[in-house]
T-cell receptor, first 108, second 114 residues
Framework: KNEVEQSPQNLTAQEGEFITINCSYSVGISALHWLQQHPGGGIVSLFMLSSGKKKHGRLIATINIQEKHSSLHITASHPRDSAVYICAVSINAGKSTFGDGTTLTVKP | DAGVTQSPTHLIKTRGQQVTLRCSPKSGHDTVSWYQQALGQGPQFIFQYYEEEERQRGNFPDRFSGHQFPNYSSELNVNALLLGDSALYLC?????????????FGPGTRLTVL
């Protein structure tokens, strides 16, 4: 069993829909990261969380440390949001463990 | 402010060859971590360099080695390449070894082994 589990694995939405991607982890962590990876491979860091909630534009990330769970929400989704979204946890200094990603496709 | 840069962008090698991948960290960062991402999977930690020393290592064979230079840039070397080494190799930089420091990722090097 992976230390970091994401769901769903694949997600297709219509433009404008509200999207939620979930991440559960089984180990104690110091921080959780949400990353975005577009075709071609480059990874962009969206959020780093250790507690509570963060918002950036149409993106919202929440984390519940007690339940070992985090969610990434996208409001008013757009086709340019289509990408792979990866959850990663920092277990010790500098080392991250990654989920396998959620492939999001937003159709116009 | 340049972010993390990697070179080359793409590389094709044959089995048994050796390869060197390069990474320059984000300005001000001193710690470099390398990851391997196979198609359809999340990145897997290879190793981390800080103060020119390997500080942590994931579950990768000794064919994978690295180096960090005084300017904090880093190299990943893979010897005796196998077909299974074909992957996207990602470099990430951060500041120090404190837990939870945000990592910034480079664009990756796509290695194909034929």
């Amino acid at each position: 069993k992976n230390e970091v589990e994401q769901s769903p694995q694949n997600l297709t939405a219509q433009e404008g829909e509200f999207i939620t991607i979930n991440c559960s982890y089984s180990v104690g962590i110091s921080a959780l990261h949400w990353l975005q990876q577009h075709p071609g491979g480059g990874i962009v860091s969206l959020f780093m969380l250790s507690s509570g909630k963060k918002k950036h534009g149409r993106l919202i990330a929440t984390i519940n440390i007690q339940e070992k769970h985090s969610s990434l929400h996208i409001t008013a989704s757009h086709p340019r949001d289509s990408a792979v979204y990866i959850c990663a946890v920092s277990i010790n200094a500098g080392k991250s463990t990654f989920g396998d990603g959620t492939t999001l496709t937003v159709k116009p | 402010d340049a972010g993390v840069t990697q070179s080359p962008t793409h590389l094709i090698k044959t089995r048994g060859q050796q390869v060197t991948l390069r990474c320059s960290p984000k300005s001000g960062h001193d710690t470099v971590s390398w990851y391997q991402q196979a198609l359809g999977q999340g990145p897997q930690f290879i190793f981390q360099y800080y103060e020119e020393e390997e500080r942590q290592r994931g579950n990768f064979p000794d064919r994978f080695s690295g180096h960090q230079f005084p300017n904090y840039s880093s190299e990943l070397n893979v010897n005796a390449l196998l077909l299974g080494d074909s992957a996207l190799y990602l470099c990430a930089s951060s500041l120090g070894l404190s837990m939870g420091n945000e990592q910034f990722f480079g664009p990756g090097t796509r290695l194909t082994v034929l």
